[in-house]
């Protein structure tokens, strides 16, 4: 049988496939053209990093420079700065965000009481579901100088009131103690879905050799929900320099930009309140690349030590 021939054989068995799921990709669609229209349609944008972009001239007629916006960035005093506040929050967040929905699912699967459980569950998720504009400001509210509910306590137990808000050295721990907050019960959902589907008689046999409850977690609960905490990893070692700016945005101020200030938030300040728009389309273009880098080597490292990667 000639290349030919075995080619049009796959074609016509696509077709076919098509055909008879055809509702199905009608059912898909929506996701494509979402994907299309918001996601690879925009990377037309990138060009205008690599031009001194005129609103008024338009993208093709606006002059071409070339690096010229990304070496400014790496000489100014801005990139090191926004790069270790970037790096650390992200860090916090990987040390403790990360393993907080691990352990949380861990204790819920161990609740028999079931009432209590969903009890649980549902004060846990809540506050995913509240916006975060809200969230955001009872967080600040809570952390305020004179009525805070936080300074209340410090007051009672004999502390001085701290405005946590205007001194830098805390924004790493609040801002990731507001993340863990705002989405370990969330977190949680997936990793219940893994325990689920673990084998019970490998909890019977464990229980016959003599394993307790921490045995049986650390050599069966654990090994049969890694890969999907290794997936997970790999996702969010790939978002390191996409800290979520909008909490940011919602509780920094000038007078603690020294370490809330981070790749994200600097190029909404420059390119929409500033206008600069090809100054921040590089920086934007420049953490983007970076965590291409990162989840693709990330992927890499899993897929040579273990047996799960993306792709």
């Not at 790096?87 to 009481?113: Q, T």
């Not at 790493?172 to 103690?177: K, M, S, V």
């Amino acid at each position: 049988m000639s290349n030919g021939t075995i080619v049009k054989k796959e074609k016509n068995t696509v077709w076919k496939k098509i055909k008879q799921n055809k509702f199905l990709y009608l059912l898909f669609l929506p996701v494509i053209i979402y994907y299309i229209m918001f996601h690879y349609a925009p990377m037309f944008g990138i060009i205008v990093a690599f031009k001194k972009y005129n609103i008024f001239r338009g993208v093709w007629d606006s002059p071409w420079v070339g690096l010229e916006y990304f070496r400014q960035f790496f000489g100014s005093t801005y990139f090191f700065r926004l790069l270790r506040n970037t790096l650390m929050i992200s860090l916090y967040d990987l040390i403790f965000n990360f393993p907080a929905p691990i352990i949380l699912a861990l204790l819920m699967n161990e609740l028999k009481n079931g009432f209590f459980k969903k009890t649980v569950q549902t004060v846990s998720y809540l506050p995913h579901f509240i916006s975060i504009v809200i969230i955001a400001s009872m967080y600040v509210s809570f952390l305020q100088p004179s009525s805070g509910v936080i300074n209340n306590i410090i007051e009672r137990f004999g502390g001085d009131r701290i405005y946590f808000l205007a001194d830098s050295r805390y924004f790493w721990g609040l801002f990731t103690a507001m993340n863990i907050w705002r989405s370990v019960g969330w977190g949680t959902i997936i990793y219940l879905a893994a325990l689920a589907g673990v084998d019970m008689e490998l909890y019977e046999a464990c229980i016959v050799d003599g394993g307790g409850r921490l045995r049986q977690t650390i050599s069966i609960t654990l090994p049969s929900i890694s890969p999907t905490i290794i997936i997970m990893l790999i996702f969010r070692v790939g978002s390191l320099l996409s800290v979520n700016s909008e909490s940011i945005l919602l509780m920094y101020n000038p007078t603690i930009y020294e370490t809330s200030d981070v790749i994200s938030t600097f190029v909404y300040r420059r390119g929409l309140l500033e206008a600069d728009y090809s100054y921040s389309a590089a920086v934007g273009l420049f953490q983007a690349v970076i965590g291409l880098l990162l989840i693709s080597g990330t992927n890499w490292l899993s897929k040579r030590y273990s047996e799960t990667s993306l792709w």
